[in-house]
Every structure is written in C-alpha cells, then in structure tokens.
Nanobody, 124 residues
Framework: QVQLVESGGGLVQTGGSLTLSCAASGRNSTNFAMGWFRQAPGKEREFVAG????????GYTDSVKGRFTISRDNAKNTVYLQMNSLKTEDTAVYYCASHPYTKIIVTASECNQWGQGTQVTVSS
C-alpha cells in the first residue's frame, strides 16, 4: 500500500507561484501513475494534472495548461506540481493520488490512494 503526503500549499497573490510536493512511501511506491486533483468549496474534486510511472507522459486539464507543470523524481519518491500565474479560481485543496492505469487523465473514482490534501489560496 502506498502512503502519500502533500506539502507546499499556502497563500499567494494573483500571478504568483507555488510548488506542491507529494511524497510517496510504501511498497512499490514508484510503480504507479500519479495525479493531482483539487477541490474547491461546494465543488466536486477535479483532475488537474497527471504523470506516468516514468514521468515521460503528462496531461493537464485545459484550465491549467501552460501554467502548471507536473513532474516526478522517482529516486526521491516525490511528485511535484509547479503552479505559475496563479488565479483566484485556482483556490482549492490540492490532493495527490495514485492509480493503477497507464492512462494519464483519470477520474477521482479511478484513484486508489490519496494524500490528506494541502490548501492553496490565491488572493486578488
């Protein structure tokens, strides 16, 4: 079983940047594709970005393309989400998750392990 712990959230002004980290531990923790999701108050959890096991393939939801970058360092068992040009609508709790599929873009229900989440707040 994989355990996931997110960090790096915080308060930032519009146009600012943050980098989120997701540290994975447990057996075979690097053998899974990973994704970042977010959930704003009153909204469903939505897919933000995904990355393959090797890091060679990535995918993004349209609203973050060109602003967010997902990456992973399997030697450190860590997945990152670099967020630039942040907007107020990016405010949410951000979660990392793992899943057993080879596809990159997945739904929340397809993920089997979740972190506890980290709050990102973008102020105007």
């Amino acid at each position: 079983q994989v355990q996931l712990v997110e960090s790096g959230g915080g308060l930032v002004q519009t146009g600012g940047s943050l980098t989120l980290s997701c540290a994975a531990s447990g057996r075979n923790s690097t053998n899974f594709a990973m994704g970042w999701f977010r959930q704003a108050p009153g909204k469903e959890r939505e897919f933000v970005a995904g990355i393959s096991r090797t890091g060679g393939t990535t995918g993004y939801t349209d609203s973050v393309k060109g602003r967010f970058t997902i990456s992973r360092d399997n030697a450190k068992n860590t997945v990152y989400l670099q967020m630039n040009s942040l907007k107020t609508e990016d405010t949410a709790v951000y979660y990392c998750a793992s899943h057993p599929y080879t596809k990159i873009i997945v739904t929340a229900s397809e993920c089997n392990q979740w972190g506890q989440g980290t709050q990102v707040t973008v102020s105007s």
